[in-house]
């Protein structure tokens, strides 16, 4: 059967206008091949990038550079431009993580106080599982 006003609504077929199939996956490999051969090999980057990012990676060094600096302040002026400038970083990120991970704890606390809310089996199984969590410090 055709539907109302068929005749109306064509269908054109353009060479090439078929159907779409997209994967939307992220790909790092055009990133990580682009790298020039001097400046490292791509593979070999991609894999320590599945270690650690690279943002962990900094993250780690200037743990370490502020953790060294604090305990020996005599290898550099308290002054220094840098120094200054790694530390204002080094306060921002930790205040964007704090606050992302307080989000996270909001919408967590909100979604436990919504299935509270509509009680049911799932409030069962969520008070079940959060009995059998151990209570205290993070896992």
């Known amino acids: 059967m055709f539907p109302l006003f068929w005749f109306w609504a064509p269908q054109f077929r353009f060479p090439l206008g078929g159907d779409v199939a997209q994967d939307i996956e992220p790909r790092l490999d055009a990133f990580f091949n682009a790298i020039p051969a001097r400046a490292g090999n791509g593979r070999i980057e991609g894999q320590a990038f599945r270690v650690a990012s690279y943002g962990h990676q900094l993250g780690v060094l200037s743990d ?22 790694l530390r204002r970083i080094h306060a921002e990120i930790a205040r964007l ?14 979604a436990v106080r919504a299935i509270r809310e509509r009680g049911g089996a799932l409030a069962l199984q969520l008070e079940r599982g959060l009995a059998a969590q151990p209570s205290g410090g993070a896992a």
Do not use: F, G
């Open 97 to 110: 993580k704090a606050d992302e991970h307080t989000h996270d704890l909001q919408r967590t606390l909100d």
């Open 64 to 85: 370490l550079l502020l953790d060294l600096l604090q305990r020996q302040p005599e290898l550099l002026p308290a002054d220094s431009a840098p120094l200054k400038e």
